[in-house]
T-cell receptor, first 113, second 112 residues
Framework: QQQVKQSPQSLIVQKGGISIINCAYE??????FPWYQQFPGKGPALLIA?????SEKKEGRFTISFNKSAKQFSLHIMDSQPGDSATYFC????????????FGEGTQLTVNP | SQTIHQWPATLVQPVGSPLSLECTVE??????LYWYRQAAGRGLQLLFY??????ISSEVPQNLSASRPQDRQFILSSKKLLLSDSGFYLC???FGIGQPQHFGDGTRLSIL
C-alpha cells in the first residue's frame, strides 16, 4: 500500500524556534516529495519540493532534508514566526503515475509570539 | 499567470440530493486536473484525475463521478448524496506529469 506517514500531528513552537516535521514513505518508486502549507478555509499551497537526487534543499527559512536509504524526509522551518502557524502536509508521487500525490495526514503548527 | 477557480465555496445539501461542483483553470492549456477530498483534520485523498478532455481516472470507488467537458473545466458530480460525502473538496491542476500541483480554495460540503 502506498502510504506516507507524517509526524507529529500537532506542534507548538516559540517564535524564533525551529519547527521540524517528519515524513516516512514505503514505496521506493516515489521520486517527487513536495510540502504544502494550508491555512484554514484555503487550499494547500506548494511550499517546497525535493527529488531524490539531492539530500537537502533550502528556500529561505524552509529546508527539506531527504534520506533515501531510510525512506524519510523532513521539513525544517528556521526562525519560526506566528505567520507560519498553519497545517503542513508532506506528499509523495512517482512521475510515471501522472503525478498522483499521496499525502501525509498533516501537522498543525502553532507558533507562539 | 495561471489561476484556478472553484465554486461554490460552501454548500449545504440534503441526503439524496444531486451534486455538481465546478473547477476552472485560466492561463494555461491542456492541464492535468485533479479532485481531492479532505476530511476534517485529515490529509487529502485523491478522487479523480484527468490528463485531457473526456479522460477521467478514478482512484477510489465511491458515490461520486467526474467529467471534463472542456479543456480547462473539471466537474465533480453525484446523483444522490450520502452523509459520508461531507467534506472539503479541492480541485488542483498541474502542467503535466512530474510538475507541481496547485490547488483551488475548495468547496466545503455539508450533507444534512
Amino acid at each position: 500500500q502506498q502510504q506516507v506517514k507524517q509526524s507529529p500531528q500537532s506542534l507548538i513552537v516559540q517564535k524564533g524556534g525551529i519547527s521540524i516535521i517528519n515524513c516516512a514513505y514505503e514505496n521506493t518508486a516515489f521520486d517527487y516529495f513536495p510540502w504544502y502549507q494550508q491555512f484554514p478555509g484555503k487550499g494547500p499551497a506548494l511550499l517546497i519540493a525535493i527529488r531524490p537526487d539531492v539530500s537537502e534543499k533550502k528556500e529561505g527559512r524552509f529546508t527539506i532534508s531527504f534520506n533515501k536509504s531510510a525512506k524519510q524526509f523532513s521539513l525544517h522551518i528556521m526562525d519560526s514566526q506566528p505567520g507560519d502557524s498553519a497545517t503542513y502536509f508532506c506528499a509523495a508521487s512517482k512521475e510515471t503515475s501522472g503525478s498522483r500525490l499521496t499525502f501525509g495526514e498533516g501537522t498543525q503548527l502553532t507558533v507562539n509570539p | 499567470s495561471q489561476t484556478i477557480h472553484q465554486w461554490p465555496a460552501t454548500l449545504v445539501q440534503p441526503v439524496g440530493s444531486p451534486l455538481s461542483l465546478e473547477c476552472t483553470v485560466e492561463g494555461t492549456s491542456n492541464p492535468n486536473l485533479y479532485w481531492y477530498r479532505q476530511a476534517a483534520g485529515r490529509g487529502l485523498q485523491l478522487l479523480f484525475y484527468s490528463v485531457g478532455i473526456g479522460q477521467i481516472s478514478s482512484e477510489v470507488p465511491q458515490n461520486l463521478s467526474a467529467s471534463r467537458p472542456q479543456d480547462r473545466q473539471f466537474i465533480l458530480s453525484s446523483k444522490k448524496l450520502l452523509l459520508s460525502d461531507s467534506g472539503f473538496y479541492l480541485c488542483a491542476w498541474s502542467f503535466g506529469i512530474g510538475q507541481p500541483q496547485h490547488f483551488g480554495d475548495g468547496t466545503r460540503l455539508s450533507i444534512l
